[in-house]
């Protein structure tokens, strides 16, 4: 049994990494005049310094280098790179385009898309909240899709695009720090090269502001902080409380959205917001349900 000492420190954790998620809009929009893939590619860069001095801190480069010559972790991890990066891209694309609302829904259907590959991939059985949970969620995006002029792809391509990444890390050997930082190298030349190809050579970073200079360089802590609270908090509490926690996220997203950002919350949207929002509750109910009958049936058998 976890100490409730763990299970707090871990419930911290967990709201420090998805609250931060939940408010990194923020930091992202004050960058609204730097281009997309400038952003992108100075997030690479950054993380990939953060999470060397990280690895060198721990004395990790060593294994780490280890898991990057091993075909086969190698393999996994270029493809959760190019996964990672299609999310990262998308999601600063939303912010600074005003679609941060529709994004937010991607992370709200996101924990559905993990039952589902689960099932279809790990052959893991669904329980009837489970498959309820995503039929009414599926509703929502119908919804959106019936209604408007065409499919909600930004949601869908967030959520399939940061689901399957959790899918393949979860075969790659490799730690939160190691994977994090593998994953920087594997992308950092593309990154590199299109800096180098800006005009003027590695973009605003070194014409712009101190403040957008400041914000640029800075990408690389904002993007590996609530990353390793996730680790702390994942190695602390139980999968199904770090569920119930994961809907801040996409919660404070869609408020910064609406109320700071003035993104429109149109009836449409706001009947396929209670749809998905519907099917995510349900799922995390039921998770929570049968976790409790898992641990009293421990518990009585023990």
């Known amino acids: 049994m976890t100490p409730p000492s763990s299970n707090r420190s871990g419930l911290g954790f ?7 998620w939940g408010v990194v809009p923020l930091y992202w929009k004050q960058l609204g005049h730097v281009a997309p893939l400038e952003i992108l590619a100075h997030r690479v860069v950054g993380g990939l310094v953060v999470g060397l001095a990280l690895l060198a801190w721990r004395g990790g480069l060593a294994s780490a280098w280890k898991l990057l010559r ?3 972790s190698r393999r996994v991890l270029v493809a959760s790179t190019a996964l990672i990066a299609a999310n990262w891209g998308l999601f600063i694309w939303a912010v600074v385009r005003g679609r941060l609302a529709e994004a937010s829904l991607g992370y709200f259907v996101n924990p559905l898309c993990n039952a589902l590959l689960g099932r279809v991939v790990l052959g893991e059985r669904m329980s009837r909240g489970q498959a309820g949970a995503v039929l009414i969620s599926a509703v929502g995006v119908a919804w959106l899709a019936a209604t408007g002029e065409h ?11 940061f689901s399957t990444y959790g899918l393949l890390r979860k075969r790659a050997p490799a730690g939160a720090v190691e994977g994090f930082t593998l994953e920087a190298v594997l992308v950092a030349p593309l990154a590199v090269g299109y800096l180098a190809m800006r005009t003027p050579p590695f973009g605003v970073v070194l014409t712009s502001d101190a403040t957008t200079r400041a ?16 680790a702390a908090a994942a190695r602390r509490l139980s999968y199904t409380a770090l569920g119930m926690v994961q809907f801040l996220s996409p919660t404070l997203q869609l408020a910064c959205a609406v109320l700071l950002f003035g993104e429109p919350f149109s009836l449409r949207f706001a009947i396929a917001f209670a749809a998905i929002a519907t099917g995510a509750a349900i799922f995390a109910l039921d998770a929570v349900l049968r976790e409790t009958r898992r641990a009293t049936t421990v518990g009585s058998t023990s």
């Open 215 to 230: 914000l640029l360089l800075g990408a690389g802590v904002v993007t590996a902080v609530p990353l390793l609270s996730f």
């Open 70 to 72: 091993a075909s086969e």
């Open 14 to 20: 967990a709201v420090l990494a998805y609250g931060l």
């Open 151 to 161: 499919l909600p792809w930004l949601a869908l391509a967030l959520a399939t695009t």
